[in-house]
């Protein structure tokens, strides 16, 4: 099973109101119900934003009774996280590369 897939992770993070409920999920595993209380959404939208996150691979859910809670999925964070890194990492290596023929070439 492919727990994360980058193209729709940073997609699914390109809307506002999927990035607060991630933000509310960080704090603390929820249900819908609990998340649309604080949304101005319905709960059926915020069902849909969730399965966006969930399809991302970057919020998972377990059942409560007759509840489903949703949590953030660590793997899927942990890869986008990483993927950041790699970009910011590339990014200082590239500048240190401009800095260093900008020093040559003043030599």
Not at 54 to 72: C, F, M, Q, S
Not at 74 to 80: D, I, P, R
């Amino acid at each position: 099973m492919e727990t994360y897939r980058d193209e729709e992770a940073w997609g699914a993070l390109a809307d506002a109101t999927r990035r607060t409920i991630v933000l509310q999920l960080a704090q603390r595993p929820q249900a819908v119900v609990e998340l649309a209380s604080t949304l101005p959404i319905s709960r059926p939208a915020v069902s849909q934003h969730l399965k966006v996150l969930k399809d991302a691979g970057l919020v998972a859910e377990h059942a409560e009774g007759t509840r489903r809670i949703y949590h953030l999925n660590e793997a899927g964070l942990t890869a986008l996280r990483d993927q950041l890194d790699t970009f910011w990492n590339r990014a200082l290596a590239n500048y240190q590369d401009v800095i260093d023929e900008s020093t040559e070439e003043k030599s």
